[in-house]
């Protein structure tokens, strides 16, 4: 039926750069992004495949271009917090695709098809979204009608993305005021095992996933729709800890789903016991022991951090579902939780961000600690970064 085999099994497959005959979106890309909307039962095409831009078959092999994927969704039950729960659906989806690699989400897709199913006769966004929408369709009965748009056209790509930014940033302001102590359930998510078999996300609502498309609102209408998906709560229990965040229900789950391998989870630390991490982590914190402090930097930063070395270093170090202390996956929108790794002393902790995160998180961070935090103009290595930070009289050099 379709050129390419399609199931979980591909879940987990790499394409190397020699391999990819197309890559869209990724780190060297400004503008990629997906988006789920839930729309009126007459205001789409049911199974409609839309391409603005150029198809596959129509680009150079090896070559890389804007993305945006709109997926159109109707149905009686379906409601609108649950479009988030439908767009991580993308990534599990995609990934089925024989030769088809997702990474990420939102605005930081990074997407990549293997020669050999191009030359299979996988080759047209149109086959890519017939396979998504049966399964879609077929996993989550819930959607009646669905339509899909892929976008090549860089111009449009870009205003595509800067309207999906708002929806984004909407929907993590739902968040605002709820904290732990009031809640009884908590969030996990295991979708990514497939990359990290031991690998599990717990989301709170003070604590986005790390992959920053499932909050804990998410989280439960996921469960809602799907009881038996990826996506379940998680009974906190007994706060063991109240200094390192230690719960008993999240314990026991951690332990469950890593099967023995980790049992412990401080969720609010780099340094103990630390959260695990699959790969579609948006940020990594990383510890700078010279000064005793953190380093923050994301998937899209070109370069090398402040300890030389890139972020895919920093990836592989903190990637896999292994507990890595030292080494965190994050949501940037993490660090404007309260809870933002309290246990480590939080934002005061943080000597040094990409311009770009620091920008766009500055109305967190004190008025007196602003200057202090060193971007990549100010702190190129350690040495620097040490120099800028006694200059500057970082809290951190008192
Ligand atoms: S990063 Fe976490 S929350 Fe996001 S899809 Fe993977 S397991 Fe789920």
Redesign the pocket.
């Known amino acids: 039926m379709f050129s390419v085999d399609v199931g979980p099994q591909y879940e987990g497959e790499r394409i190397r750069k020699e391999e990819y005959y197309i890559e869209l979106g990724g780190p060297h890309i400004p503008f990629k992004g997906e988006l789920v909307t839930i729309r009126g039962m007459e205001e789409i095409e049911h199974e409609k495949v839309i391409i603005i831009g150029k198809d596959i078959k129509d680009v150079e092999e090896g070559s890389s271009h804007p993305l945006f994927i709109q997926v159109d969704i109707a149905g009686e039950a379906l409601e609108k917090d649950m479009e988030p729960v439908f767009e991580?659906r993308i990534?599990m989806y995609c990934n089925y695709i024989e030769g088809f690699w997702h990474m990420a989400?939102r605005d930081e897709i990074w997407l990549r098809l293997h020669k050999d199913s191009f030359k299979k006769g996988l080759n047209s966004f149109n086959e890519v979204g017939q396979i998504l929408m049966l399964l879609f369709t077929s996993e989550l009965p819930i959607i009646e009608k669905i339509q899909i748009t892929f976008v090549t056209d860089a111009a449009k790509v870009e205003e595509m993305v800067l309207e999906a930014i708002k929806v984004y940033q909407a929907r993590d302001d739902r968040l605002k005021g709820l904290i732990e102590e009031d809640i009884e359930d908590f969030y996990g998510?295991?979708?990514?095992?497939s990359f990290a078999p031991t690998?599990?996300?717990i989301?709170t609502p003070e604590r986005m996933?790390?992959?920053g498309?499932?909050s804990w609102l998410d989280g439960k209408a996921a469960y809602k729709i799907d009881p038996e998906g990826?996506?379940f709560a998680v009974m906190k229990g007994e706060l063991l800890d109240p200094e390192k965040y230690i719960y008993s229900g999240v314990n026991e789950i951690v332990a469950l789903k890593s099967l023995g391998k980790n049992t412990v989870f401080c969720l609010h630390s780099v340094l103990e016991n630390p959260h695990t991490s699959?790969g579609?982590?948006q940020a990594i914190v990383f510890y700078i022991p010279e000064v005793d402090g953190f380093g923050i930097v994301h998937r899209d930063f070109v370069g090398e951090s402040v300890i030389g070395v890139p972020f895919s270093s920093l990836a592989g170090e903190a990637s896999g579902g292994v507990q890595q202390e030292g080494y965190l996956g994050i949501a940037i929108s993490y660090m404007r939780s309260p809870k933002f790794l309290i246990s480590d002393g939080g934002l005061k902790k943080i000597v040094w961000l990409p311009k770009a995160i620091k920008e766009s998180v500055k109305d967190i961070i004190p008025e007196d600690l602003y200057d202090k935090i060193a971007t990549e103009d100010d702190a190129k290595n350690v040495d620097e970064l040490m120099g800028y930070l006694k200059t500057t009289g970082h809290p951190l050099m008192a």
């Open positions: 991580r990534h989400q998510c295991t979708l990514c095992q690998h599990i996300c989301i996933s790390l992959c498309s499932v990826p996506q699959c579609c982590f």
